[in-house]
């Protein structure tokens, strides 16, 4: 006998000055999967994504799920400041890619700032960690006041030291101005621990600066894969 599972979003972005409701967002998402399956649906995550422009402010950003099967409720509040946009060159925040989504044909065209060609960028929300050996990949946006040659170097810091540092000159300009760019960085060298990404993007004598954090987990022992395998604690 199938099991459901119905899960409502809203998100709701409010401006504190203000104390009014600039955006407002809400999906119902219905889940009916076999008895079976429950324990592994409970388990996984439902994703929850909506791009919008707000003007320059400290925003309170509410995210409340309700899982109507349980009848039970969750809310997060976080804080959202948009900067006051700064003439000359700039550059968006730094992602830690999760992973990258076909867009589907025929979709229009849009003001995303996640959208990179075909694909649609998937970040981390937290912090992630990485096993050994993995490749990080990474999703920036620069956008140059003028034409000319704009550069990008990477620079990875363990401990307050850098163990690692690259630089690439990146494409040209779309036509919106825009220069979306995605790295891989593979991490066999890097040794277990908290890393610091600085990317810098330089154009003449301008340059900006964007940060993000990645963790390298511990190589597990056999014995530990062993144990794992076998569900022992």
Not at 110 to 118: A, H, K, V
Not at 171 to 185: K, L, N, T
């Amino acid at each position: 006998m199938p099991t459901s599972h119905d899960t409502s979003h809203t998100l709701e972005a409010i401006e504190r000055a203000a104390a009014a409701v600039r955006e407002h967002f809400s999906q119902d998402s219905p889940v009916e999967v076999p008895a079976k399956d429950l324990e592994a649906l409970r388990h996984g995550n439902a994703v929850f994504s909506r791009s919008f422009t707000v003007p320059p402010g400290r925003y309170s950003v509410e995210l409340v799920v309700l899982d109507r099967g349980v009848k039970r409720t969750s809310v997060r509040k976080s804080v959202l400041v948009v900067a006051p946009l700064r003439p000359g060159l700039a550059l968006s925040s730094l992602a830690v890619v999760k992973r990258t989504e076909p867009v589907p044909e025929g979709v229009l065209e849009s003001s995303d700032p996640l959208r990179n060609g075909s694909n649609r960028i998937v970040p981390f929300v937290n912090e992630p960690s990485f096993a050994a050996g993995d490749t990080v990949s990474l999703f920036l946006v620069a956008y140059p006041a003028e034409t000319g040659t704009v550069g990008l170097t990477l620079e990875f810091s363990r401990d307050g030291a850098v163990v690692g540092r690259s630089s690439a000159e990146l494409p040209p300009a779309d036509a919106a101005g825009r220069i979306p760019y995605v790295a891989s960085v593979p991490t066999q060298s890097f040794a277990p621990g908290r890393y610091e990404i600085s990317a810098v993007v330089r154009m003449g004598d301008a340059a900006v600066r964007e940060r993000a954090f990645f963790t390298i987990a511990p190589e597990r022992t056999p014995a530990q894969r062993v144990r794992e395998g076998s569900g022992e604690q």
